[in-house]
Nanobody
């Protein structure tokens, strides 16, 4: 099972930017897709974005389209989430995810997970 380590969270004012990083221990059949989910207090974990390692194809939740960009560095086995125009409703713990297929990359209960990193946008 692939190990994932996130970094880059923090607190930023409304309209600001943050970049999250997720370093994977390896690229395996269990990490064909890499992505990000988030969980706000009192809410369920929700899909944010995903990317396919091999092709670079990307997928986004409607709530972040046009503001967030997911990318990868194959040489570093690292996936990034560039978050711009941040809003208070983006406040959550962000989790990196690795999944073996597209359907599982959208499933909040599937795949491998990092420990999470807190993003706070005060209102």
């Amino acid at each position: 099972q692939v190990q994932l380590v996130e970094s880059g969270g923090g607190s930023v004012q409304t309209g600001g930017s943050l970049r999250l990083s997720c370093a994977a221990s390896a690229r395996t059949s269990s990490s064909v897709y890499m992505g990000w989910f988030r969980q706000a207090p009192g809410k369920e974990r929700e899909f944010v974005a995903a990317i396919r390692w091999s092709t670079g194809s990307t997928y986004y939740a409607d709530s972040v389209k046009g503001r967030f960009t997911i990318s990868r560095d194959n040489a570093k086995n690292t996936v990034y989430l560039q978050m711009n125009s941040l809003k208070p409703e983006d406040t959550a713990v962000y989790y990196c995810n690795a999944a073996p297929n597209f359907l599982m990359s959208m499933d909040k209960n599937a795949g491998s997970w990092g420990q999470g990193t807190q993003v706070t946008v005060p209102s």
